[in-house]
């Protein structure tokens, strides 16, 4: 998924980054970050990272672990490659000398009235010992993955505060045509605002209108049918009663 700012960051930082090390291997330098750039934002933290294990395993790990927890139980987890299943939860990493292990740890406030998160990125390599740069470059993959997260959030706050300022300014529209509508209501029949008011709701549904298409016509024509409202048997508070 194209995302406007995004998806070149893990390209751009680990490209830098393998650049200037002469200790990452460049097998796979270009698959990793391939497979990073094909990894796909969401709001939803657990549908980002949860990808995260397939797309740098073999590329730069034997194996990767993903567990995450926004406050909920039970917290999310993903493996791979996995290992032998223990009853009917989730598969564990498969067991690994510490020693071939790299966590990294992350927790993200959230300010875009999402819940936080935080979990661990653990990977492990058989028969080697993760060095400065396999830390080094997990912590770009989990900030890749963070930003991909935020970026979405973003997006979605964005779109409803923009969806909330057209709501406002509908509601501002229809506020000064209803009162436009109101006072030529009031001139023309000579009732009170209140009468007027109703006058303006029975007429819309009489027709099966919304109260503003009603007093955009009012407005548009200048005079409303009071005496459609009138046959139609209905008395409003503050309208005159029709002469015997």
Do not use: K
Request: charged letters at 20%.
């Amino acid at each position: 998924m194209a995302l406007d700012g995004v998806p070149g960051l893990a390209d751009a930082n680990l490209s830098a980054f393998f650049r200037h090390r002469a200790d990452v291997p460049t097998a796979c330098r270009a698959a990793l970050v391939g497979s990073l750039s094909r990894l796909r934002g969401s709001d939803d933290p657990v549908v980002t990272f949860g990808s995260l294990p397939r797309a740098c395993v073999p590329e730069f790990a034997d194996g990767c672990q993903v567990e995450l927890s926004d406050g909920a139980e039970p917290p999310f987890l993903a493996t791979h490659p996995v290992g032998p299943a223990d009853g009917p939860g989730p598969r564990a990493a498969p067991a690994a000398d510490p020693d071939q292990m790299l966590a990294t740890p992350f927790r993200v406030v959230s300010r875009t009235g999402y819940p936080s998160y935080a979990g661990i990125v653990a990977h492990w390599w058989s028969g080697r010992t993760p060095s400065e740069s396999d830390a080094v470059i997990a912590d770009l993959m989990v900030r890749h993955l963070v930003a991909l997260v935020d970026h979405e959030r973003l997006m979605a706050a964005v779109a409803r505060a923009e969806d909330r300022a057209a709501s406002l300014a509908l509601e501002a529209i229809c506020g000064r045509t209803i009162s436009l509508a109101t006072g030529i209501v009031m001139h023309q029949d000579g009732v009170a605002a209140e009468g007027a008011e109703d006058l303006l709701r029975q007429s819309a549904a009489m027709t099966e209108g919304g109260l503003h298409q009603v007093a955009a016509s009012v407005v548009r024509s200048g005079a409303l049918d009071v005496g459609r409202v009138a046959r139609s048997g209905v008395r409003c508070r503050g309208t005159r009663r029709p002469a015997r």
